[in-house]
C-alpha cells in the first residue's frame, strides 16, 4: 500500500507540473495573439490593410476566440466539480443556489 501511495504522489506532482507548463504556454500564447492583433489593427488604422492582413486578422480573432472557449469550458467544468463537492452538503451555498434557480425560474414563468 505504501509503494502504491507514493506512485500516486508522484504521478499528482507530475500531473500539477505539466497543467501549470500547459496554463503558462496558453497564456503565452493569448499574449502574443494579443500583441499581434493590436499590431494589425495599427496596420489597419493607418489604412495599410489588404487581403492578406485582413485575412490574419480574422484568423488572430478566431484563435483569441477559441482560446477564450477553451477557458471559459474550464471554468465551467470547475463549477461542475464545486457543485458536486458542495451542493450536496445541504449547506447554506445549496440552499442559496437553489433559491437563486427557483427565483430565476419563477421570473421566466411569470411574464
Known amino acids: 500500500m505504501t509503494k502504491l501511495m507514493k506512485k500516486m504522489k508522484y504521478l499528482k506532482d507530475k500531473i500539477h507540473a505539466w497543467i501549470k507548463v500547459k496554463k503558462d504556454s496558453l497564456k503565452n500564447i493569448k499574449k502574443t495573439l494579443k500583441a499581434e492583433l493590436a499590431e494589425i489593427d495599427l496596420l489597419l488604422d493607418k489604412g495599410e ?53 427557483e427565483a430565476s425560474l419563477l421570473s421566466m414563468v411569470s411574464w
Open 49 to 101: 490593410g489588404n487581403s492578406d492582413v485582413l485575412n490574419k486578422r480574422m484568423f488572430v480573432s478566431k484563435s483569441l476566440q477559441e482560446l477564450d472557449n477553451l477557458e471559459s469550458m474550464e471554468v465551467a467544468q470547475k463549477a461542475k466539480i464545486k457543485w458536486a463537492i458542495k451542493g450536496d452538503e445541504n449547506s447554506k451555498y445549496y440552499h442559496g443556489i437553489l433559491n437563486k434557480k
